[in-house]
Structure formats: C-alpha cells, structure tokens
C-alpha cells in the first residue's frame, strides 16, 4: 500500500477498518478512524467517507486521546 499524506481522499485506502464510536448517532456525526499498515492513524468524517483523511501518528493520537479524557476539550462542546 502507498503511503497516505494528510488531504489523500479516503477511497485510496480500501484495506483498511473504518470503525467509530458507540457514542455515535444516526445522522452521521461521526468521525472514524482506521489504523493504516505503516502504523499510522487515518480520521475521516463519516458524512464524506470518500472525502480527505488526516492521518496522525500513533503518539499523536495517543496525545489526543489522553487530552479528552483528561477534559482538556470539553469546551469545545458546550
């Protein structure tokens, strides 16, 4: 597989497991993501699955993630 750059659409990753939250709803609010084989993350918007992916490291998600448990984002959704 060729390696994903930031922006790629997502139809070029056809190998891969889209998989979003539980917390997810109906109407397509959803971001997913999918570990690609290189050990990178991919993030699309699930309303535009052949849309752009952003692809992130694992330590980069793994920053992320640490950050919203911690509510570090919880302003963002007031």
């Not at 070029?12 to 993350?41: F, M, Q, T, Y």
């Not at 535009?48 to 694992?58: A, K, M, Q, S």
């Not at 330590?59 to 993630?65: K, L, Q, R, Y």
């Amino acid at each position: 597989m060729q390696r994903i750059q930031n922006g790629a659409p997502a139809n070029l990753l056809r190998d891969v497991s889209w998989r979003k939250s539980r917390r997810s709803n109906p109407s397509g609010n959803c971001v997913e993501v999918a570990p690609l084989p290189g050990g990178e993350i991919a993030v699309r918007n699930s309303r535009y699955p052949e849309g752009p992916v952003l692809v992130y490291t694992r330590a980069e998600i793994a920053a992320f993630v640490g950050g919203a448990k911690d509510g570090d984002f919880d302003d963002l959704v007031r």
